[in-house]
């Protein structure tokens, strides 16, 4: 799933993914259209945004579909005379659907995660504004194309992320604003969402992002690792003996960020309070764990590091390792802040120990995340203020008439109640859409006596056509009958909230792997400039060669963390591209057989490259058969070059001159066998698919293991040239791998370029590389 916001503005060269996050994400007014509650305590199904500019575009934050749209030529008031009634009607429904996932079922089957939403952009520019403004119109996505009072269908038309669909209009006056929403049928919803708090939902829906465990009340905490003070050169700090409170659990969180593993614990709270946070929000750091865990792995799991690497990383092996541990290797001794200033050891594999292990793919409850809270709405869209603090787990006084009347945007900017905003990004309503005139009958109250409140009269009481006129005003606004969605009773998110928990996924549709190629996949081999060359690739071709291999690939991507950030996401597909021959095959063409052009070949032989990422030499070979703990063949080998007493040489045997000219071998050969059939590698797709993640985090270099070390370096010709070495030595598809490099990051991040065509400097100047960025059609 690849996910962004609605306003991409432009950003630092050194500015961090999380800084940069934290902007867009304090664009919204909490003065405002807050979610779910606003202005006079109503239900509000999204939330008002203030862009960065007036004139920032506003984008679509996922590939989907056209369902309607309205484009109008100018404001629309409630008074032609109001000079404070102005708003924009303009906007934009976008359908999406996506995968976060895939649950293997019976007889061998798999079943895709669905994900399918809707979002929404309301008060989208008028055309006028936007000529007075000098903003070309082509500028707006080609389907979005003419101006009308009335809504449009939109037939289907495909809409990718950050395509423009506007740019953000005026709400009462108030310019450079735009309502967003993000809601999802009761079917939709059902297709992802879990209720944690319902021991049976958990894990249905998969796993991803990171890691929780409730840890029972009462257990045992111990003050240093088991294993001892180093394990694979990583240092295990000492901590203190003990035991969790007798009558509380512990939920704790597991995430690892761009190489360092942070821990954070909440303790159980009291009935009407949220759990108490033990540690900073973003827990306890443990810097270069996550880069070094193949060497933890390999360290505490000697019958099969594979299972362990899983055990590290999700607190449970996902894949079909997990029986090659022995009894003694299934644990997960991990440093907990289990009391306050209190830090310890807690095996969290221990069934004895943690009663659930979760993942973001279950929305842990403790950190808000519920549905279906009943009647915090009236049918008159009153939020009952009391019973929504309850659910947000906030004192109160509910007798107190003032607190009564308070909106949930002082909470939010109540220091005291800093969880308050937090635990209502994170409250999913079932409530009829605003935007369906069949649901106006509850703003009758704005004409009734004690309308809004006891004591406060709706301001239309007593004047029936002052009321006529505003519902005449309010249902120029609506549009939902016309768009043909049916009901209009849907589940309601956060839009921000929504976003940044999806943006941990990283899974990707068989859409969004298609889209991984670009259409022009070759370049020119020679001058200054590297030019894209050759027929187009389409969208059919790309969809038919990477289908088959998606969830092994998207298994490889989560189980690795290579999906963790769309920059590591980038620069690891971008060499598979090559390494692949564009994802057509597994093997080395010419599988190792003698070649003047590839001199090398003559001495790894019946050891060339295999899988996405191309294991050669023997030695790659043994080490990814000792970390998957392959079986000993038994009979005869694939490739008739190894048998039970051939030789073969681990690594290139050569002595080189000063201009790289073979002078002599030096090498030893020794016997492979009893080892596994290495083309075991190239014949089934997910060891193909998972040597490539091995291989990466396995690759030595300037002293340590794991290629994330590069890829998480700030995005530069220089990384991508590491990258190309590390990987391949830097020779063959070099240039390639440059501008897939650059193309992969357009599809993956939010970085915005105003071309189609870029051309970027190298590594290897007076080179250049010319990039097209059009995906496969």
């Known amino acids: 799933m690849i996910i962004s916001y609605p306003f991409l503005p432009a950003r630092g060269a050194d500015a961090s993914d999380d800084d940069y996050e934290k902007s867009i994400l304090d664009l919204e007014m909490l003065n405002a259209g807050v979610y779910p509650s606003s202005r006079e305590r109503e239900w509000h199904g999204g939330i008002h945004i203030l862009a960065p500019t007036t004139i920032e575009p506003v984008r679509a934050i996922a590939d989907g579909t056209l369902v309607a749209y309205r484009l109008n030529n100018e404001l629309t008031k409630e008074r032609p005379d109001d000079a404070t009634g102005r708003i924009d009607n303009s906007f934009v429904l976008i359908r999406h659907e996506t995968e976060t996932d895939s649950i293997s ?57 950050k395509d423009i669909i506007g740019f953000p209009g005026e709400s009462y006056s108030t310019g450079g604003v735009i309502h967003f929403e993000i809601f999802a049928t009761n079917d939709g919803l059902n297709g992802f969402f879990v209720n944690s708090q319902n021991a049976s939902e958990i894990g249905t829906k998969g796993t991803w992002g990171d890691s929780y465990f409730i840890v029972k009340a009462g257990s045992a905490v111990v003050a240093s690792h088991p294993a001892g003070n180093t394990i694979g050169g990583h240092g295990c700090p000492a901590g203190q003996s003990g035991n969790v409170t007798a009558s509380k659990n512990l939920f704790v969180r597991i995430a690892f ?48 590091p594979s299972a362990g690497y899983e055990l590290l990383r999700f607190g449970k092996v996902l894949g079909a390792d997990g029986d090659k541990l022995t009894a003694s290797e299934k644990h997960n001794w991990q440093l907990v802040t289990f009391a306050d200033g209190l830090k310890g050891y807690i095996d969290l594999s221990d069934s004895n120990v943690v009663s659930q292990v979760l993942s973001d793919a279950d929305f842990p409850h403790w950190i808000g995340w519920q549905k279906g809270i009943g009647g915090l709405f009236a049918d008159s869209g009153q939020c009952d203020m009391h019973d929504l603090l309850d659910v947000l787990k906030v004192s109160h006084d509910g007798e107190n008439s003032d607190a009564s009347r ?126 894209p060359v050759g027929p187009a690739l389409s969208a059919e071709q790309a969809r038919s060669r990477l289908s088959p291999r998606k969830n092994a690939l998207n298994r490889t991507l989560r189980k690795y963390s290579l999906n963790a950030t769309s920059q590591r996401l980038g620069l690891f597909f971008a060499q598979t591209v090559i390494e692949t021959d564009r994802w057509k095959t597994f093997r080395e063409y010419g599988q190792g057989a003698s070649n003047p052009n590839i001199p090398m070949a003559q001495y790894y032989a019946a050891f060339y490259g295999r899988g996405a990422m191309q294991l050669t030499w023997a030695d790659a070979y043994e080490k990814y058969g000792q970390f998957r703990r392959f079986s000993d063949a038994t009979g005869a080998y694939s490739d008739p070059r190894i048998t039970h007493a051939s030789t073969h040489y681990w690594s290139d045997p050569t002595t080189r ?44 270099h300037s002293g340590a293991r794991n290629i994330n070390r590069v890829a998480d370096r700030q995005f530069s010709a220089s990384v991508i040239d590491r990258i190309n070495k590390l990987v391949n030595g830097g020779g063959f598809g070099y240039f390639e791998r440059v501008a897939y490099s650059y193309y992969t990051r357009h599809i993956l991040s939010d970085w915005i370029y105003t071309t189609n065509m870029l051309t970027v400097d190298t590594a290897k100047p007076p080179i250049r590389v010319q990039v097209d960025l059009s995906r496969p059609t």
Request: aromatic share 12%; with cysteine; net charge negative.
């Open 657 to 700: 001159d000063a201009q790289g000219h073979i002078t002599g071998v030096i090498g030893i050969p020794k016997r492979w066998a009893p080892r596994f059939d290495p083309d075991i590698v190239a014949s089934d797709v997910m060891n193909a698919c998972d040597s490539a993640g091995f291989f990466w985090a396995w690759k030595h």
């Open 406 to 531: 308070q909106q949930l945007a002082d909470y939010f900017r109540d220091p005291e109640h800093r969880h308050v905003r937090d635990w209502s990004q994170k409250l999913v309503v079932r409530y009829p859409n605003e935007w369906d005139k069949a649901n106006n009958a509850r703003c009758t109250k704005l004409k009734e006596k004690d309308g809004l409140a006891p004591g406060r009269d709706g301001p239309f009481f007593g004047n029936d056509d002052e009321y006529d006129k505003h519902m005449q005003f309010v249902q120029s606004l609506q549009w939902w009958s016309d768009a043909g969605l049916g009901d209009s009773n849907v589940w309601h998110f956060h839009p921000f909230a929504f976003i940044r928990h999806f943006r941990r996924c990283g899974w990707l549709s068989e859409d969004e792997l298609a889209y991984m190629m670009p259409a022009h996949i070759a370049l020119t081999q020679s001058g200054p400039l590297r030019t």
């Open 257 to 304: 960020r761009n190489g360092t593993k942070y821990t954070t614990t909440w303790m159980d709270g009291e009935q009407d309070k949220p759990p108490t946070l033990l540690t900073a929000d973003e827990g306890v750091a443990d810097a270069d764990y996550e880069y070094a865990m193949y060497e933890i792995a390999t360290a505490l799991y000697p019958s099969c």
């Open 105 to 161: 079922g019976d007889s061998g089957t798999e079943n895709p995660v669905k994900v399918v939403f809707y979002s929404l952009y309301m008060h989208l520019m008028n055309t006028d504004e936007m000529r007075t403004r000098g903003i070309d119109r082509h500028q707006v996505h080609k389907a979005i194309a003419d101006s009308s009072q009335s809504v449009k269908l939109g037939n289907g038309a495909k809409i990718y992320r």
